[in-house]
């Protein structure tokens, strides 16, 4: 990056929306809302300079073809004790940067509709525009310290957003939730950072992925590294074990859940492990966990989605389960497929997520099973909705399906036979359930008055959602393989890969397309839509058998195989009594030895009070007696009469003591 | 007789009583000075003590009368017994040291027996007492102010009636 | 004188020769001492001023006793016990007047009662 300018023109990417978000947050109230003007141009710059960078990357602007990176010293201890904030572009950052600052844009347009008249209008684009500079900072990041700062502030972000109707005590709940399960991720992160840069003496993504190379840092002190940084993006990302914040944070905004909850926070821990890509494919014990945690996750959310009533969090589910995909495609080595699908998922998912939020704009309902028949009040909402559902299911010519075809061959490919079973099974439960949601909603009759009445939203709503979903078509155009003899070419490979280094240590040959397997995904697709439809559509009162035949196995989804429960009975619980304990602590013994001294003062004062009673004989004794004992203690040396006033004293005492 | 007075100012039930007690001291007190070699002292104490500060004193108790009282509640506060060790302490700490202290070479007749001397020492003229006339002027300053304060303070205000004397 | 036994004639003796300066000095600490025991317990106002009047006799006992028995001081303590009797007459004038006047205000002498600076 060599002129001034272009730098300027990147710094402002993350800077614009953090700038808009001082501005929001100190005047907000003045603006009122007019704040949605200001927040979109902010939005709407920072994606043009996004499409700059990428461009630039792509080298299609000239001077470019090469990853920007540029960097100022930020902290200089000496040696070991060197960080530096700066920049660092290549293909993954430059797509990733375009999607967030897109994704951010529609959901600012949208959220202009959808928030209107809420108490704190111009406080929730502050927010949402400091979570997009915090996002794209992150993306920007060229080491561990800048990516951990701007991690911390999205999770910040997060919270507040999802707390944003802080009013409800479950949004409360579920905002600190949210922000207490990723924290266990994120100290796991920054343990892993720390035993780096303990090893390294660098925190920059090349330098230690240079030194693992060399062998500078052992075998398994490296592992456990790699895994406690994979646990931070597992805690970011909502995967297994620390999933349970993502169903509860739908408690946010339906905006809010849209931008972060589908499209660019929990994507943060997918990022990370591309990012780190060079590190992690030096332990294959650590590729190993990603792709099954990944796998089981993915496995594991489809069978929560499959019972909800709550059209969000079906849709959140579904969000856990796709990261899912992402980390297996990762972990078994496809990582251009695993970014594919991130690039796609961001899409549709957001799309998925406006439309749910839609409905509710429109009914002011949750309940999928008080929606029905919204196909002919709500046309644009429904078609928007299916072209997403069609897309997450995988059917060809939608986006989902190259990246999610490219996933699950590549496991196959692999020879991770039972990856690719959990795959092929999740993807047959994840059309199942999103079209149960969408039957539910949009066909048959109105189940109640509210969904009778409901209109389809306003256009500053439905554009984006037109928009979006022209991209749940399209976008996963650019990357369609080259052995399918579409002459389009795979764009998407060519520009996010793994570096050299990742492609050898890993030794994957690039597969060729297989019509077979595409096949196959496509048809387990069809079969979970069309059990989808069987179930809702056709023969409606047999879902309701199934539910009460199978009801403990109903039961054991709906609770989310019961993980909340053991979570709040061991660590929820321990952790309460130790604050409970504490505050006892801090109430009765500090507090209560602060407020012991103040009585101890007061008691103390109203004993001396009564020494002034006001008669100045009373004084005139207290002074003959001070008196008295000056002179004894002067005259110390008359040693016998001293003994003899000593007990005159005494008594003297005494008698003053009674008698007062 | 001095003492015994003494006692009987701080015990006497009725204050005119006590008055008589107090001039009764102060007698004695005189009778010391002569044999002190004082005699013209003597005199000022029998002078202004006996004659001028006791007769102030009745004065004051008749403007401010009250009956005879019965009982020693009514005129005894409650400090009576500490008051009496916290004194005693007092008087024997001061008596002992003043008895036990080694005072040097003491002859009984340094005072000034004749009364041209203890005039000369009063005003300052004889040798080594030239302070005194400092002192004498400031005394005369310090009665005329003492004069006046009195007169100031016992004024009778505007609106206050005419001082009827005996509360019931 | 003649015709007496020796004892008598030694207390006769001793009757009228100088007492010895402690004599002087013990009896000043206690007239002090009663004059003050007398400030501390009476009630009446103008008892307590005799009280002191008593307190300064003592003191002014103990001053001229010293002036005529120390040689070295020359004789001085005389005039400084008349400059202190000037004094107490100047305090008892100005402290009378103003037992007059809380009495004019309250119609009492009584110190007990008197107690405004209570706290």
């Known amino acids: 990056m060599q002129t001034v300018g272009q730098q300027l023109i990147i710094t402002a990417i993350p800077a614009l929306p953090a700038l808009v978000f001082f501005v929001l947050a100190l005047f907000g109230r003045l603006l009122k809302e007019s704040a949605q003007y200001v927040a979109i141009l902010g939005v709407t710059i920072s994606l043009v300079f996004s499409a700059f960078a990428l461009l630039f990357v792509a080298g299609i602007v000239p001077g470019g073809g090469a990853p920007i990176e540029f960097a100022v010293n930020w902290i200089n201890l000496g040696a070991g004790g060197n960080f530096s904030m700066g920049v660092y572009i290549d293909g993954l950052a430059a797509v990733m940067l375009v999607v967030v600052s897109f994704v951010s844009l529609m959901i600012q347009l949208y959220s202009g509709a959808f928030m209107e008249g809420d108490k704190r209008f111009a406080w929730f684009y502050a927010v949402l525009n400091l979570f997009t500079a915090s996002m794209l900072g992150l993306v920007l990041a060229p080491n561990f310290i800048q990516l951990y700062v701007f991690w911390e502030l999205v999770g910040l972000c997060s919270y507040l957003l999802v707390g944003h109707w802080f009013e409800k005590p479950s949004a409360r709940d579920a905002a600190m939730k949210a922000f207490i399960v990723t924290r266990i991720g994120d100290a796991a992160l920054f343990v892993g950072i720390i035993i780096f840069w303990a090893t390294t003496g660098s925190v920059a993504f090349s330098d230690i992925s240079l030194a693992a190379q060399s062998g500078f840092i052992g075998g398994s002190l490296f592992t456990t590294a790699v895994i406690l940084v994979f646990v931070g993006a597992v805690g970011k990302s909502a995967q297994f074990p620390l999933h349970v914040w993502l169903p509860d944070a739908m408690e946010g905004p339906t905006p809010v859940s849209a931008l972060i909850h589908a499209a660019t926070m929990v994507a943060a821990g997918v990022y990370l492990v591309a990012r780190t890509y060079d590190i992690f494919v030096q332990s294959p014990t650590a590729m190993l966990t990603v792709a099954y945690i990944g796998g089981f996750t993915a496995l594991m959310a489809a069978t929560m989605a499959l019972v909800k009533r709550d059209i969000k969090r079906v849709i959140a589910y579904s969000t856990v389960s796709q990261l899912g995909y992402m980390m297996l495609g990762l972990g078994i080595g496809n990582y251009t497929g695993g970014i594919f699908h991130l690039y796609n998922h961001a899409f549709f998912k957001a799309l998925l997520f406006l439309c749910a939020g839609s409905i509710i704009y429109a009914m002011n309902s949750y309940n999928l099973f008080e929606m029905g028949g919204l196909r002919r009040r709500m046309p644009i909402t429904f078609w928007a909705m299916v072209i997403a559902g069609l897309s997450l299911s995988g059917i060809f010519p939608f986006s989902g399906f190259w990246s999610k075809d490219s996933i699950v061959a590549s496991a196959y490919d692999e020879h991770y036979y039972l990856l690719f079973g959990m795959a092929l099974l999740t993807v047959f439960m994840t059309a199942f359930y999103i079209f149960r949601a969408i039957f539910l909603a949009f066909t048959g009759e109105p189940r109640t008055q509210g969904a009778r009445e409901a209109g389809e939203s306003p256009g500053i709503m439905t554009g984006p959602m037109m928009l979006l979903a022209f991209l749940s078509i399209v976008s996963g155009w650019v990357g369609i393989p080259p052995g399918l003899g579409i002459p389009i070419p795979d764009y998407f490979d060519e520009f996010v890969h793994p570096s050299e280094f990742a492609v050898s240590t890993l030794n994957i040959e690039e597969p060729s397309f297989s019509f077979v397997l595409a096949a196959i995904s496509v048809v387990v697709a069809l079969l979970g839509i069309g059990l989808a439809y069987a179930l809702y559509v056709a023969r409606p009162e047999l879902a309701g058998t199934l539910a009460s035949r199978f009801s403990w196995l109903h039961k054991f989804l709906d609770k989310g195989w019961y993980f909340d429960a053991l979570y709040g009975a061991t660590f929820v619980r321990f952790a309460m009594w130790l604050g409970k304990a504490t505050r006892g602590f801090d109430r009765n013994v500090i507090g209560g030895a602060v407020s012991g001294v103040g009585r101890g003062a007061t008691g103390t004062g109203s004993l001396l009070q009564r020494l002034q009673s006001g008669g100045v004989q009373n004084y005139a004794l207290f002074i003959l007696l001070s008196v008295l004992i000056i002179g004894i203690v002067v005259g110390a040396q008359y040693a016998v009469i001293v003994v003899g006033l000593i007990v005159l004293i005494t008594a003297a005492a005494f008698a003053v003591g009674t008698r007062l | ?168 | 004188m003649p015709g007496v036994p020796v004892q008598v004639q030694q207390f006769i003796d001793a009757l009228v020769s100088a007492p010895p300066l402690e004599g002087y000095l013990v009896v000043g600490a206690f007239l002090f001492a009663i004059g003050a025991w007398g400030a501390l317990i009476r009630r009446n106002a103008v008892v307590i001023f005799m009280c002191v009047e008593l307190m300064i006799n003592g003191v002014n006992l103990t001053l001229v006793a010293f002036a005529d028995y120390l040689p070295g001081a020359g004789g001085l303590g005389v005039s400084y016990a008349v400059l202190v009797i000037a004094i107490a007459a100047a305090e008892i004038a100005v402290g009378l007047a103003i037992v007059l006047a809380v009495f004019r205000s309250r119609r009492t002498v009584n110190v007990d009662e008197v107690t405004s600076m209570r706290g």
């Open chain 2, 1 to 168: 007789m001095t003492l015994v007075s003494a006692l009987g100012v701080v015990l006497s039930r009725s204050v005119v009583h006590s008055a008589l007690f107090m001039s009764g001291s102060f007698l004695g007190i005189s009778g010391y000075f002569v044999m002190l070699n004082a005699p013209a002292l003597a005199a000022f104490q029998v002078l202004i003590y006996v004659g001028a500060v006791t007769v102030v004193i009745l004065f004051g108790i008749m403007f401010t009368q009250k009956p005879q009282v019965r009982r020693y509640r009514t005129i005894i506060n409650r400090q009576f017994w500490a008051g009496f060790l916290v004194a005693a302490g007092v008087g024997c700490f001061l008596a002992y040291v003043l008895a036990a202290e080694n005072w040097g070479d003491t002859k009984a007749g340094n005072g000034p027996r004749e009364v041209a001397a203890f005039g000369r020492d009063l005003l300052g003229v004889s040798q080594g007492a030239e302070i005194f006339t400092l002192l004498f002027e400031v005394a005369s300053v310090l009665l005329l102010v003492a004069v006046v304060a009195a007169i100031v303070v016992s004024r009778r205000k505007m609106g206050q009636g005419v001082d009827r004397g005996v509360r019931e």
